[in-house]
């Protein structure tokens, strides 16, 4: 049964989840979801999720959302990336976490004001607090990671696909990989994995199809 | 063994795990923490916890933070909250997700910006910006509980007390519980579980500790 994963290439939600579906081997699809006409906003999406939010994962009858949600379920339905150890499961989810709450939260948002809303409805002084967030988010990953290879124990997990899922992509919201050589080197051991692929070459979507 | 959990009174997310430790009868005891004296930076605090948050739980030389990962260490525990089958278990995980992703996360940060935050400090545009993002979360919520007495199941669990964290806080955020009925009733549910304490109540420390 081909799992089908509702995303676009712009949601780094969604990349947090395709990530380890293509990289454990998973046999998946992408369902693009037109979020930028609005298909997050119709009854149709909402049935499928009331959250109303992208990804959305489908299996045999099972329907599933949020990123954090479907990476515990990927470790489940296939043993990788989920911590050795009930201490390194425990540290895992904490990450996952915190992830959605001071890290990509901040990230996509500022990401999503500076460069996908409407010019007119930016607010430059929201953009600035919100980067405020972002800077303690990184500093606080750019710490940790600065003795480690990876987030939690000796291999890479979904704590690591969870908080590196807005930073590798170049439209500008503050991220510069210069600044934080501890994240940097960390971007590159994850994009250094057998099968990786940069969201955009592994969803469908990318602000080049709505230029012009 | 006695669990510690390092919170304040004025904490939703610290309430989100102290409120299942004492429904559930756990030994636990709350350890202050004086955030606004600026606890929280010290380097102590920091070798207790990275992230530099709170809750953080102590149990046996088990250190974790996250309500998220308290709560969901505190349903392996003792059994309770944390659903009765797989799938109820993966809703779970996902509503505690969703909390901290687009519910708590709001509207906890609007709480502090309008009450805790020195005034000369306060941008009335990130608070406008804040409030229109809770009010989507708690559109999400309203629309859910219309027809069910909890989040998943038939019982309470901690994707409940994830998302009422913030929600019995008497600080004006710009949550009102009578524009939210469904909210309304659903709080008034879990406020009428054997043994449920006000955040307040529950834990030291409280504004009225900090006039005059």
């Known amino acids: 049964m081909t799992i089908s994963l509702y995303c676009f290439g712009e949601s780094g939600n969604a990349y947090k989840a395709a990530l380890p579906m293509e990289l454990s081997g998973l046999d998946w699809r992408a369902v693009y979801v037109d979020f930028f006409n609005g298909e997050t906003r119709t009854a149709e999406y909402r049935n499928l999720n009331p959250m109303g939010e992208v990804p959305v994962m489908v299996e045999d009858g099972l329907i599933l959302s949020q990123s954090g949600a ?38 996509g948002t500022t990401r999503f004001l500076m460069n996908f809303l409407a010019e007119e409805k930016r607010s430059q002084e929201v953009i600035n607090w919100l980067q405020g967030r972002t800077r303690g988010a990184w500093q606080t990953l ?63 979507g990318n602000p080049s199809d709505r230029e012009n």
Chains 1, 2 share one sequence.
């Not at 515990?72 to 390194?88: C, K």
């Open 70 to 107: 479907i990476q515990h379920h990927i470790v489940e339905r296939t043993g990788r990336f989920g911590g050795r150890t009930d201490d390194e499961r425990r540290e895992i989810l904490r990450w996952v976490l915190w992830d959605n709450h001071k890290n990509s939260s901040y990230s």
């Open 142 to 204: 750019e710490t940790f990671l600065a003795d480690r290879d990876w987030l939690v124990g000796s291999e890479v997990s979904i704590a690591d696909f969870a908080c590196c899922g807005y930073l590798y992509y170049p439209e500008p919201f503050g991220f510069e990989r210069v600044e934080w050589p501890a994240i940097d080197r960390w971007l590159d051991r994850i994009a250094a994995l057998d099968g990786w692929r940069h969201p955009y070459d592994l969803m469908p």
